[in-house]
Every structure is written in structure tokens, then in C-alpha cells.
């Protein structure tokens, strides 16, 4: 690269590493929830100042130069990885390793700045650290708990690891290269990883935005299906989530079961204690169902004071045995007000047959409530209505 000398590689990466540190400082003022982000801009103004002081080489002193600005870019750069521990909620071990390893850096510059004057073994260094640190970047990104999506996830770790392969030349070039007399006439091998910096600064700040852009568009799909007082499934989570369980026959041998809830007179409850009070009753109602159902099964608020619950795989008498302990644990929730009545569910239940698809289900088992209605309230029915009924009442 004849037409650039380190002056103005210096002053490149350092004016872009600021002016990105800055826009992704502005970022996570929009985006507090998010850790980690204003640590990696902090890191990147760091970068820019440390690689700033290299730029300013011959106008202030030499030691600033050497030593400071090599301990503010590797400091810079830990502080970074720390801010992406942070974002991809992973262990920190490997930050604290790079933390460490400033020390023995900080008496090698020293020693090869004021013992044994070496512009290439202090570089050498330097690329050492910054290397190891950009290496154990890509370890986290990739081995964090967090769940992002993948593509911007990659790409950052495989930016880290180009650049932290650039160092690992570099460190070993210089250990084995002429002594270098003016730091700033550097060549080639001194401006292709400043250049490979600049690019991970750029990389960095863009798939950080692409990463949080993902989250955030996780969650608005998270909240359009579920229900904002029972963060149970809504209609919509129901049609995306159905079509899954309904199509997906291959792994379920056995029927489909499906329950249809009501909360016993609901309406009177409202009436007389107020909705507030009702809204509490469906939350301590939903919150029975998701005790006693599995994993794998499905809750949706269906309507008002109604729910339904998908169960797939499962057996007749394994879900009439769900469907009592749903009834039970709900005649059971304590009750705050002294004129209230303790609170019932009547549940109807359907199994798929053969034919049958989840309209259908869902009909059958909303006449087994409606026959449940009938029978007094407080109890299970099996679909269809001329089966034996299943009833279980406060005595």
C-alpha cells in the first residue's frame, strides 16, 4: 500500500473507531435492555483514543505513544469482549484471562521501552494480546447461552476471528523482521491489521444493530400471540401453533385431546367485586392451568373467562386425569374477598378420530362444557355426550 503511510491508517481507524463508538452509544440509549452495548461503544472510544495517540506520534511524548496507547487499545479491546459477554450471556472466565493478561503486557512494554528498546517486540506484544482477546471475542459469541439469530451471530464471529488471525501473523512477522527505526513509516505489515481493525470496528456496530433488530423482532411476535394479561397462547398463537401439532402427525402415535374451560359464573363475579378483581381470577386461573398441564401441551385463552388446551399424544384417560387436577387446583385458589364463593372450572373434553379436524375437535369438546354447564358446574365431560359422564362436585 504505497500511497498510505501509519499516520494516515492511524487516523482512519481512529476517527471511524470513534465515530462508530458514538453512534452505538446512541444506540443503547434507545435500546437500554440490551447489556453489553454500551460497553463495546465505551470499547470502541477507547480504541479511538488509544489508536488516536499513535496518530499524534512525534508530537507528544514518546513514552505516551509506546506504552499508553498500546494499553488503552488492549484495554480497550478487553472491554469490548466484556460487553459481548454481556450481550450473549456467557461466562466471563475468558474476559477475566484477557483482564489478566494486560498485566504481564504492561512490564513487557515497559521492559522493551526503557530496558531493551524494541519497536517490534512491543508491537509483537500488542498483537499478541489483541489477538488473543479478538480470539476468545469469537469464542463467546459463538458459545453464548443467548438465542440470536444466526446469521448476524456468525458473521461477527467470523469478523473477530479474520482479525484476530491478521494479529497472529503480524506478531509473528515482527519477531522475525529487521528491527523497525520509525514506528510511523511502517509498512504493510503494520497496516493491514490497523485496516482488519477498522473493519471489525464497522462490523461490530452493524451486526450489533442486526442482532438487537432480531430480538426486538422476536418479541413483537412473542406479544402479537400471546394474551397480555395471561401470557397464555391468544386465537393467533392458537392458528400458528395448531397447524404445527395437527400437521406433525409422524410424532404422535396417539390422538390429539383437546379441553375447553370456562370459569364459573364469571359474570356475577364481575357484577359484584368489579373487573379488577375478575381479571385477578383469570390470571390465578390461568396460572393453575399451566401448573398442571405439560410441557409440550398447548394453553390459549379461547375468549373471556374461557380457555382451551390442546394435548397432544396423549391418551383418554391420562387427559380426564389432567383435566380433574385443572378442576381441583382451581377450587382450590384462595380467595380474598369474604362474600366470594370459591372459584369453579367446568371442562369439556374431545379426542381426535379419525377424520376429524381441530374445528371439529373443538366443537365436540364445546358441547361436552355445554353438558357440563348443565350437570351444575364444577365438573369434567367427555365428549361425545352420550359417554358416560365424568362429574366431580364440591361436596
Not at 472491554?79 to 450481550?87: D, F, K, N, R, T
Not at 493478561?101 to 499478541?128: C, D, K, M, Q, V
Not at 456468525?154 to 482479525?163: I, K, Q, R, S
Request: glycine share 6%.
Amino acid at each position: 500500500m504505497p500511497d498510505l503511510d501509519m499516520r494516515t491508517v492511524s487516523f482512519l481507524v481512529s476517527f471511524l473507531s470513534f465515530i462508530f463508538g458514538v453512534g452505538l452509544l446512541f444506540f443503547h440509549f434507545e435500546q437500554k435492555n440490551f447489556k453489553g452495548i454500551n460497553l463495546v461503544a465505551i470499547s470502541q472510544i477507547c480504541m479511538s483514543i488509544g489508536i488516536g495517540l499513535i496518530f499524534l506520534l512525534g508530537k507528544i511524548p514518546m513514552w505516551v505513544s509506546a506504552l499508553l496507547s498500546n494499553m488503552i487499545l488492549c484495554g480497550g479491546f478487553t472491554l469490548c469482549l466484556y460487553g459481548i459477554c454481556q450481550y450473549r450471556d456467557a461466562c466471563s472466565r475468558l474476559c477475566k484471562i484477557s483482564l489478566l493478561g494486560l498485566i504481564p503486557l504492561f512490564l513487557a512494554l515497559l521492559y522493551f521501552y526503557f530496558i531493551e528498546n524494541s519497536l517490534n517486540t512491543r508491537a509483537a506484544t500488542a498483537s499478541l494480546h489483541l489477538g488473543i482477546t479478538q480470539l476468545f471475542a469469537c469464542i463467546v459469541i459463538v458459545k453464548g447461552k443467548a438465542f440470536d439469530n444466526p446469521l448476524p451471530q456468525y458473521t461477527l464471529a467470523l469478523a473477530f476471528g479474520l482479525v484476530s488471525l491478521t494479529m497472529f501473523i503480524r506478531a509473528l512477522l515482527l519477531i522475525q523482521a529487521d528491527e523497525l527505526n520509525q514506528y510511523i513509516q511502517a509498512g504493510w505489515v503494520h497496516q493491514i491489521p490497523y485496516l482488519s481493525s477498522m473493519f471489525l470496528i464497522m462490523a461490530t456496530s452493524f451486526s450489533l444493530v442486526w442482532l438487537v433488530n432480531g430480538r426486538l423482532t422476536r418479541s413483537v411476535e412473542a406479544l402479537s400471540i400471546r394474551d397480555n394479561l395471561t401470557s397464555l397462547y391468544n386465537r393467533r398463537g392458537m392458528d400458528k401453533l395448531t397447524n404445527q401439532i395437527t400437521t406433525d402427525k409422524s410424532k404422535q402415535p396417539l390422538p390429539l385431546v383437546v379441553m375447553m374451560c370456562d370459569i364459573d359464573h364469571f359474570k356475577s363475579i364481575n357484577d359484584q367485586f368489579g373487573h379488577l378483581v375478575g381479571d385477578q381470577v383469570i390470571v390465578n386461573v390461568s396460572e393453575q392451568i399451566q401448573a398442571c398441564v405439560r410441557v409440550n401441551d398447548v394453553a390459549i385463552r379461547y375468549g373471556g373467562e374461557e380457555f382451551l388446551i390442546l394435548l397432544p399424544n396423549t391418551p383418554l384417560a391420562n387427559a380426564h386425569i389432567v383435566a380433574e387436577r385443572i378442576r381441583n387446583a382451581v377450587y382450590n385458589i384462595p380467595v380474598h374477598h369474604q362474600n366470594m364463593s370459591p372459584i369453579s372450572i367446568s371442562i369439556g373434553v374431545s379426542q381426535q378420530h379419525k377424520g376429524d379436524n381441530l374445528d371439529s375437535l373443538i366443537r365436540e369438546a364445546d358441547k361436552a362444557l355445554y353438558q357440563a354447564k348443565q350437570n351444575g358446574r364444577n365438573c369434567v365431560v367427555i365428549a361425545p355426550c352420550e359417554c358416560e359422564e365424568i362429574r366431580l362436585k364440591h361436596a
